[in-house]
């Protein structure tokens, strides 16, 4: 039970209930615990237990006060947090013993420089510690028991380094600098890695960071700083030897050059029959020296893994690692989540790596189909199942695919190449909507035959074919029409393949959207199943934005147009005007006429990186300028569609401002 003190010091327990025959002996514990002291505790034995009041009498208490004072010899502004931290009591022979348990410590925050501590026990030792908020600075003294002088004691403190400072400047190859919100910097001894960490350097460059000064400092002392790879980019990398720092201070390490950095290893994963497997793990091992022996009678030594020296396969099957390590020997290891792995002994900076995994084996198979259905419309896709928690959503299709999709025959007939032994999962999907139209799990794949046939699937009755026609008011076809139909997902295809557009279903198409450049779109309903020819009319709004060709490269701009008297602002209508790989004037549809309003958007195209460039938004012509209150009111172009017929085209551009804000973006990208 625990009670507080009333004003009168008393603390009343009521109700204790304690059931005991004479003979036992019980020792019942009373503890007060005042303030940050040590708890003082008294034991009492149950027959001599009195009825009404227990006194427990305090020593002599006083006051801690800590000042905290700068180089200066005035008050620290930040607030640092103080510790007291008393003696042991088991060791008090031992002066100087400190526990940090929290019974024999406490802790407060300055004020003014000035921490307080009330109630603590005159004549106790202890040692007080102030840190700053950063952990840069520090301060260390021992009180050997607290004076009986007005039972006050006043310790001043003034703060040193308390670790390592290096500061410096990154500059790319070129010299450039900008702000980087992706580095990491790897602090090493004698090649060994002692710490990674992330950091950012300011807008111009420059970075600041606290080495702990628990690690080991002196010859062999090293900072790698590492970039990650982008889109553009392979990994850059500087290191920096630090031998030359022994204690506590601030070391300049100058302008950092981040550089590209040297392959380690370079191939590519294949299966067994040479196809490339996509997403395999690919780590560079290595051993020092005679490696470490786990095993005198089997002769087993230890493979080590350098910190950021592994790399996932890309489409192709092939891998990059980039990096900076030591070793006396190497080796490449790829693993892939079905469970195959291989490892290979390499020479450091090798390329042309082949790493194979698994063996050769084929699976056969056939779908039975009616005969309005054309079998080469349709495909395999096979694999292993996503774990439930990388699915995009429950019942997502998706598989890591263990090679290319693979198209049905005439005949309705499928091979598998390229398969390892274990369990397999194949999707019957068509070839233009990727709907699934048939799942078969978990198919067990033989260690044993090199070649199995699987029982035939049996579809006929089940699914239905669809054929469709986009023309233009002359009856010609409209090349780039693309068709979206509504399924729970939503699903579409058009521009890569031929008309007329014949796809496959397991029911009926509710609902499809027909849209090609330059043309108003089409809705149907309830598509027929017969031979359908669709009509496109109407000729749209185009929008020349003239200089799009100075746009840096690597950013994309979207033309939006907002029709004035909506009355939701963000009504938007349209599609990016300018894509990633067309930078000519763009096309936008109009439903309606009336007056818009044009707005681009600049951004940054898809990246791999986690640098996060902000979406900005600029105005043609620039906004004017702030009016008496700071503020700066937008101003867009406005365009005129009186109708929707006829070939209506308007020029803009983008203004010098926003030009140059996207250069000074690309550079930090960079």
Do not use: C
């Amino acid at each position: 039970m625990r009670r507080k003190t009333d004003e009168q010091g008393f603390a009343v327990f009521e109700g204790l209930g304690l059931k005991v025959s004479r003979s036992e002996k019980v020792i019942l514990h009373v503890e007060a615990e005042i303030a940050t002291v040590q708890p003082i505790r008294k034991s009492i034995n149950w027959p001599e237990l009195p009825t009404e009041v227990v006194e427990l009498v305090t020593p002599p208490l006083g006051i801690a006060e800590i000042l905290v004072l700068d180089s200066q010899d005035q008050p620290v502004k930040p607030i640092f947090e103080v510790v007291l931290e008393f003696e042991s009591e088991e060791k008090r022979k031992s002066p100087f013993d400190f526990s940090r348990d929290s019974k024999n410590g406490a802790s407060t925050r300055t004020f003014l420089g000035v921490a307080t501590f009330l109630h603590v026990e005159i004549g106790t030792s202890f040692k007080v510690t102030a840190v700053s908020p950063n952990e840069e600075l520090s301060a260390t003294a021992l009180v050997d028991g607290l004076s009986h002088s007005g039972g006050k004691a006043v310790v001043t403190m003034s703060p040193v380094l308390s670790s390592p400072i290096v500061v410096g400047r990154i500059v790319n190859a070129q010299g450039m600098v900008g702000k980087y919100k992706t580095l990491e910097y790897f602090l090493t001894k004698n090649n060994r890695y002692l710490r990674l960490a992330g950091f950012t350097t300011k807008a111009d460059g420059t970075f600041r960071l606290l080495l702990e000064s628990k690690q080991a400092l002196g010859g062999g002392l090293a900072i790698q700083f590492s970039l990650p790879a982008t889109s553009r980019k392979p990994k850059r990398l500087a290191t920096v030897d630090l031998s030359h720092i022994v204690g506590p201070g601030f070391y300049d390490l100058g302008d950092v050059v981040l550089d590209t950095a040297p392959i380690l290893a370079q191939g590519r994963v294949i299966n067994s029959v040479g196809n490339p497997i996509v997403g395999a793990e690919v780590t560079l091992e290595f051993q020092d020296d005679e490696g470490i022996e786990l095993s005198e009678d089997l002769g087993v030594s230890f493979w080590d893994t350098h910190v950021d020296v592994d790399e996932k396969t890309d489409e192709s099957g092939e891998f990059t690692i980039r990096g900076a390590v030591h070793g006396r020997r190497f080796r490449v290891k790829a693993e892939h989540k079905s469970g195959l792995e291989t490892v290979q002994n390499v020479v450091l900076g090798q390329i042309g790596i082949e790493l194979r995994l698994g063996q050769a084996r084929t699976v056969r198979g056939r779908v039975l189909l009616d005969s309005e259905i054309d079998p080469t419309l349709l495909e395999i896709v096979y694999g292993t199942p996503f774990a439930e928690s990388e699915r995009p959503y429950s019942d997502s299709p998706w598989l890591d695919l263990l090679g290319p999709p693979q198209k049905l025959g005439v005949d309705g007939s499928f091979v598998l190449p390229g398969l390892d032994s274990g369990q397999l999962t194949f999707v019957l999907r068509t070839n233009l909507l990727e709907e699934e139209l048939f799942r078969t799990e978990s198919v067990p794949i033989g260690e044993g035959d090199a070649e199995q046939v699987l029982e035939e699937i049996d579809l006929r009755g089940k699914l239905h074919s669809y054929s469709l026609t986009v023309v233009d008011d002359l009856g010609r076809m409209v090349p780039g029409a693309k068709v979206d139909t509504l399924y729970d997902f939503g699903f579409g295809f058009g521009s890569g393949h031929r008309q007329p557009f014949v796809f496959i279903t397991l029911g009926s198409v509710p609902y499809i959207t027909i849209t090609a450049d330059g043309w108003r779109d089409v809705e149907i309903e309830n598509l027929s199943r017969d031979q359908v020819v669709v009509m496109l009319q109407g000729i749209p709004v185009q929008i020349s934005l003239t200089n799009a060709h100075l746009v840096p490269k690597g950013f994309q701009v979207d033309a939006r147009l907002i029709l004035e008297g909506e009355d939701s602002y963000l009504s938007m209508f349209g599609a990016p005007m300018i894509s990633r790989l067309d930078r000519s004037a763009g096309v936008i549809k109009l439903d309606q006429p009336g007056t818009y309003r044009v707005h681009f958007i600049p951004s940054p195209e898809q990246s791999k990186t986690e640098t996060d460039i902000p979406l900005l938004m600029h105005f043609v012509p620039p906004p004017p300028p702030p009016d008496e209150e700071g503020e700066v009111a937008p101003v867009w172009p406005r365009i005129e569609v009186k109708d929707l017929r006829g070939v209506q085209v308007f020029y803009l551009s983008l203004d010098e401002h926003t030009l140059k804000e996207l250069d000074k973006l690309s550079q930090q990208e960079e």
